[in-house]
């Protein structure tokens, strides 16, 4: 007979399980009170807004992320706004000033929080809600209605920014940033491999494979490899025309712009092409081997930032000089814009829409190297080739893709919150440089007699000249005198009896040698400053005593010893070539380098800026030591003055070195 179970026995079965179904009831109660489902975001599009707002302090429609610190209302805006400032660019918190900052991502934020054993002060709330996480950042107040601390600033939101940046925080580090993957780290450079500059550009882009192969051969960084994706930018630096103005004043590729200066009869010789009847000859002296000096022998200093060596078997000296020249000869030559031929009032008529359609169609301008790296999704660009300010630079600061130490042919200077960072400033910045120089050591002089800005013209000259009037302004000088060659007459008869306390010249290497011949006959001891591009021996001539040059790369102490360079071009079997551009992406592919290496393994965008900004007497091995902040975008802020020595055609230092204050 089968056993049955009755009374209290079969009563006590059915009550365990009724318990068991309460327990677990409570048990999911719990678990759902705890945690709750993060939505997704309505628009994809509004969390890659929201990005801006989180890294960068601004919104996409150009608008600072506003703040304010409890309780005196302590504003904050922009980029010091930015909540990765404190969260982190990943969210996960950080200790900030003593503090500890708590971790904001959804797996945080999702989940309640219980009061920690031993905890002061009761820090116990539920999971966050969009409405509780929208009041914790408006108002300052927990999801437990608890006031937070006086650190986290009360954002000022309108509603489009509201979502935007929940959109963001709802996906908050579960999406890596553009060129992060668990085993590479992919970076671009825009650079032109092709057309009259492409030795140049791959001979950089040689030298950043080179540094990234020592990196990876060591495993890589945090066991990530770095790759390097090169887009050619040739497009960019091809000229329209080259007009024999400009073959006559080979010597001009010095002036301005400067891309292509020659060094002769040394690493360290500051000869620069004559006009083009005497450029073979002397780029038959140049030295090609540069990085065969003996390791144990100090190399000179590198020459300044713009400048080439002509080495054996590279095609054609001269041609290679005058291309180069010609960048800063000749404007990009841009497409009209498609169906130019007809206007909005005019498509109606059929005269001109047949006109218009046997008009050959113009096909639009491609996107720049720039653009489509960021396409591709690099997390950085590094060493790209650059003569100014480019469109693409937009799409730069909205992504907040930094470039590193791009190979610039003008020089630097960035806004404060700018995503490009320069290895050297600019000809304005130096022509600053100049005036606070003679501030510290002919003040009273210059209270008395104005300076006198001698330039060539165009935005180059103009830009020289702005910035020489500001700084007397604001050390409230005599306002200086302006003079514009060809059109302008020099008074230096008037100034061999009342000679003017120093000539700041910045403008192409004829308009200099006018300057100089001028001097030599009539007024002697009128002293020179110009940039450093312009050292040029036949232009200098008999000149050499009256004339200094501002020079940011470092002489005498302040030389790299480039024995670090010197081995590396070595083991790599990387011939020397254009020495300026080798050296300036030595220097940006070793910023990046060290700038990653100190971000960490969660690696983006935005922690990558942060680090380059943190950066502090970086050591390249082949300039002066680099320093970046917040407000800071140009790596070596300073220069030296420089005579030319007439016995070997070298600068050498003729004073200390200059801190360019801002």
Same mark, same amino acid.
């Given at each position: 007979?089968?056993?049955?179970?009755?009374?209290?026995?079969?009563?006590?079965?059915?009550? *365990?399980?009724?318990?068991?179904?309460?327990?677990?009831?409570?048990?999911?109660?719990?678990?759902?009170?705890?945690?709750?489902?993060?939505?997704?975001?309505?628009?994809?599009?509004?969390?890659?807004?929201?990005?801006?707002?989180?890294?960068?302090?601004?919104?996409?429609?150009?608008?600072?992320?506003?703040?304010?610190?409890?309780?005196?209302?302590?504003?904050?805006?922009?980029?010091?706004?930015?909540?990765?400032?404190?969260?982190?660019?990943?969210?996960?918190?950080?200790?900030?000033?003593?503090?500890?900052?708590?971790?904001?991502?959804?797996?945080?934020?999702?989940?309640?929080?219980?009061?920690?054993?031993?905890?002061?002060?009761?820090?116990?709330?539920?999971?966050?809600?969009?409405?509780?996480?929208?009041?914790?950042?408006?108002?300052?107040?927990?999801?437990?209605?608890?006031?937070?601390?006086?650190?986290?600033?009360?954002?000022?939101?309108?509603?489009?920014?509201?979502?935007?940046?929940?959109?963001?925080?709802?996906?908050?580090?579960?999406?890596?940033?553009?060129?992060?993957?668990?085993?590479?780290?992919?970076?671009?450079?825009?650079?032109?491999?092709?057309?009259?500059?492409?030795?140049? *550009?791959?001979?950089?882009?040689?030298?950043?494979?080179?540094?990234?192969?020592?990196?990876?051969?060591?495993?890589?960084?945090?066991?990530?490899?770095?790759?390097?994706?090169?887009?050619?930018?040739?497009?960019?630096?091809?000229?329209?025309?080259?007009?024999?103005?400009?073959?006559?004043?080979?010597?001009?590729?010095?002036?301005?712009?400067?891309?292509?200066?020659?060094?002769?009869?040394?690493?360290?010789?500051?000869?620069?092409?004559?006009?083009?009847?005497?450029?073979?000859?002397?780029?038959?002296?140049?030295?090609?081997?540069?990085?065969?000096?003996?390791?144990?022998?100090?190399?000179?200093?590198?020459?300044?930032?713009?400048?080439?060596?002509?080495?054996?078997?590279?095609?054609?000296?001269?041609?290679?000089?005058?291309?180069?020249?010609?960048?800063?000869?000749?404007?990009?030559?841009?497409?009209?814009?498609?169906?130019?031929?007809?206007?909005?009032?005019?498509?109606?008529?059929?005269?001109?829409?047949?006109?218009?359609?046997?008009?050959?169609?113009?096909?639009?301008?491609?996107?720049?190297?720039?653009?489509?790296?960021?396409?591709?999704?690099?997390?950085?660009?590094?060493?790209?080739?650059?003569?100014?300010?480019?469109?693409?630079?937009?799409?730069?600061?909205?992504?907040?893709?930094?470039?590193?130490?791009?190979?610039?042919?003008?020089?630097?200077?960035?806004?404060?919150?700018?995503?490009?960072?320069?290895?050297?400033?600019?000809?304005?910045?130096?022509?600053?440089?100049?005036?606070?120089?003679?501030?510290?050591?002919?003040?009273?002089?210059?209270?008395?007699?104005?300076?006198?800005?001698?330039?060539?013209?165009?935005?180059? *000259?103009?830009?020289?000249?702005?910035?020489?009037?500001?700084?007397?302004?604001?050390?409230?000088?005599?306002?200086?005198?302006?003079?514009?060659?060809?059109?302008?007459?020099?008074?230096?008869?008037?100034?061999?009896?009342?000679?003017?306390?120093?000539?700041?010249?910045?403008?192409?290497?004829?308009?200099?040698?006018?300057?100089?011949?001028?001097?030599?006959?009539?007024?002697?001891?009128?002293?020179?400053?110009a940039p450093a591009s312009l050292a040029i021996p036949e232009v200098v001539g008999a000149s050499t005593a009256r004339i200094h040059f501002l020079y940011p790369a470092g002489l005498g102490e302040r030389a790299p010893e480039l024995k670090d360079f010197v081995a590396f071009m070595k083991r790599h079997g990387l011939a020397p070539g254009h020495s300026s551009f080798q050296f300036g992406a030595y220097a940006a592919a070793r910023v990046l380098v060290e700038a990653l290496t100190r971000t960490g393994a969660e690696v983006t965008r935005a922690s990558l800026t942060q680090q380059l900004e943190a950066l502090r007497d970086f050591d390249t091995g082949v300039s002066p030591p680099v320093t970046f902040g917040v407000n800071r975008r140009v790596g070596i802020q300073g220069g030296q003055l420089a005579a030319l020595d007439p016995t070997t055609n070298q600068l050498v230092a003729a004073s200390d070195w200059m801190p360019l204050t801002p």
């Amino acid at each position: 007979m089968p056993t049955t179970y009755d009374g209290p026995r079969a009563l006590g079965v059915s009550r *365990g399980a009724r318990d068991a179904r309460w327990v677990l009831a409570v048990l999911a109660s719990v678990w759902l009170g705890c945690k709750q489902p993060v939505p997704a975001p309505l628009d994809p599009l509004a969390a890659k807004r929201g990005r801006s707002l989180f890294q960068r302090g601004q919104s996409v429609r150009g608008a600072p992320l506003m703040g304010f610190l409890a309780p005196e209302r302590v504003e904050l805006s922009g980029e010091v706004a930015a909540c990765a400032r404190c969260h982190g660019p990943s969210g996960r918190g950080s200790r900030e000033g003593g503090v500890e900052v708590p971790d904001i991502t959804p797996g945080a934020l999702g989940h309640s929080r219980m009061r920690a054993v031993g905890e002061v002060e009761d820090r116990a709330r539920p999971a966050y809600s969009r409405a509780t996480l929208l009041r914790a950042i408006t108002e300052g107040r927990s999801a437990s209605g608890r006031e937070l601390g006086m650190t986290m600033p009360r954002y000022v939101l309108d509603d489009a920014e509201r979502e935007e940046l929940l959109a963001y925080l709802e996906q908050l580090g579960e999406h890596p940033d553009p060129g992060v993957s668990p085993t590479t780290l992919t970076v671009g450079a825009a650079l032109p491999l092709t057309g009259r500059l492409g030795p140049l *550009g791959q001979e950089a882009a040689a030298v950043v494979r080179a540094v990234f192969a020592d990196v990876n051969a060591s495993g890589g960084i945090f066991r990530r490899k770095l790759e390097l994706i090169v887009e050619d930018d040739a497009a960019l630096h091809e000229p329209r025309s080259v007009t024999r103005s400009n073959a006559e004043t080979t010597t001009g590729l010095l002036a301005r712009e400067n891309p292509t200066r020659v060094e002769t009869e040394g690493p360290h010789r500051i000869a620069t092409p004559p006009p083009s009847d005497t450029t073979t000859r002397l780029l038959a002296r140049a030295n090609p081997t540069l990085v065969e000096t003996e390791s144990s022998q100090r190399i000179a200093t590198p020459p300044p930032p713009d400048a080439t060596i002509a080495s054996k078997g590279r095609g054609n000296p001269s041609r290679m000089v005058e291309d180069a020249a010609a960048i800063i000869a000749a404007p990009s030559a841009t497409p009209p814009p498609l169906n130019a031929t007809t206007t909005s009032e005019e498509r109606g008529s059929p005269s001109r829409v047949v006109e218009a359609a046997a008009a050959p169609i113009v096909t639009p301008p491609r996107p720049d190297a720039t653009t489509r790296l960021l396409d591709r999704g690099v997390l950085a660009l590094v060493a790209s080739m650059r003569r100014g300010p480019l469109p693409s630079d937009t799409r730069l600061a909205a992504e907040g893709a930094p470039l590193v130490l791009p190979l610039a042919l003008t020089g630097g200077t960035s806004e404060e919150d700018s995503p490009v960072f320069f290895l050297y400033p600019d000809e304005p910045s130096l022509a600053r440089l100049a005036v606070q120089s003679l501030a510290s050591t002919r003040e009273s002089e210059l209270r008395r007699k104005p300076l006198v800005i001698v330039h060539t013209g165009g935005e180059a *000259g103009q830009a020289w000249a702005q910035a020489v009037r500001a700084e007397t302004t604001r050390r409230e000088f005599l306002s200086p005198v302006e003079l514009t060659l060809p059109d302008g007459t020099l008074p230096v008869e008037r100034w061999a009896s009342a000679p003017p306390p120093v000539v700041l010249y910045a403008g192409t290497p004829k308009g200099l040698a006018t300057l100089l011949r001028a001097l030599e006959a009539s007024a002697p001891t009128v002293r020179v400053l110009a940039p450093a591009s312009l050292a040029i021996p036949e232009v200098v001539g008999a000149s050499t005593a009256r004339i200094h040059f501002l020079y940011p790369a470092g002489l005498g102490e302040r030389a790299p010893e480039l024995k670090d360079f010197v081995a590396f071009m070595k083991r790599h079997g990387l011939a020397p070539g254009h020495s300026s551009f080798q050296f300036g992406a030595y220097a940006a592919a070793r910023v990046l380098v060290e700038a990653l290496t100190r971000t960490g393994a969660e690696v983006t965008r935005a922690s990558l800026t942060q680090q380059l900004e943190a950066l502090r007497d970086f050591d390249t091995g082949v300039s002066p030591p680099v320093t970046f902040g917040v407000n800071r975008r140009v790596g070596i802020q300073g220069g030296q003055l420089a005579a030319l020595d007439p016995t070997t055609n070298q600068l050498v230092a003729a004073s200390d070195w200059m801190p360019l204050t801002p």
